[in-house]
């Protein structure tokens, strides 16, 4: 089985609170049209193979998913996946991996007549699980598990990679800096904010470069979850090949209507 998993953008993002230790977010995602690709196949074992990207397979959140999917359905998957969402770029690719994998699962048991329900195997894997398996555009609270679908926008838009930046160090420093939490009003949601901008320019210099270049082209970027990826909505043409020359890598993409593309 073929999928893609395409990435998402953070249209908006607030963090309303804390609690138990989690920053609590609001704000809309929209799914892209820069995907992972998947080939998941069943299996005697579990086995994930991942071209473009390093990282230790018990952490990769598709094993990690498809561990979860084993234990309770009895499915072993062999998973190979082509990186092409940027690493740690905030648009939400090692979600989108595991929501690719839950969503080819899904499907491999509905053919055996088993109507699985693995949203709380979503919810375990990680934050950005539950909405990148269903994808579109959906305003998601809390600490990921309430979503909420919106209609899905049409819109051509920009991403450019200004390097990665860690999770974890990005909310530890909206902590130090002090940050305020914030929620939006409903007129709020869909106009472009990122609470946590301020922080992630403190660990990675290249966004603010990369709203330095914005500036002098006279277009409007925003940061996609805790960075290091920026967009532009409706960018003018020459728009990327500036960016290019400015040294930033850069991907143009369409709003996607799905998270998970069976091909
Ligand atoms: P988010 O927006 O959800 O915070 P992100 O887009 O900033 O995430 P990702 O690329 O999803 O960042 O994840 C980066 C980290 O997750 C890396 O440290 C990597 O080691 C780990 N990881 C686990 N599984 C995967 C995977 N399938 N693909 C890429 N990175 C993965």
Redesign the pocket.
Known sequence: MKAIANGKFNLSLYVTGVVGGMHLLDGVMHSVSLGDELIVEESDRVRVT?LG?E?PTE????YRAAILVRDRYGLSLDIS?A?H?P?????????A?AAGVLACAERMLAGRGVNADLSDIAAAV???VSFMMRGGCARVRGTGGDVTALPPMEFDALAIDCGA?D?AACYRTFDELALPFSSPTEGELLSPFNALRPAAERLNGRLRDCAETAKRLGVAVSMT??GGCMFVISPPAGTADAFREAGFRCFPVRSAACGVVFV
């Open positions: 991942m990207a990282c952490r990769n959140t598709a996946i990186k969402i690493v740690g770029g905030g648009m939400g690719g090692s979600s991996d990680g934050s950005d930046v999770t979850g805790s």
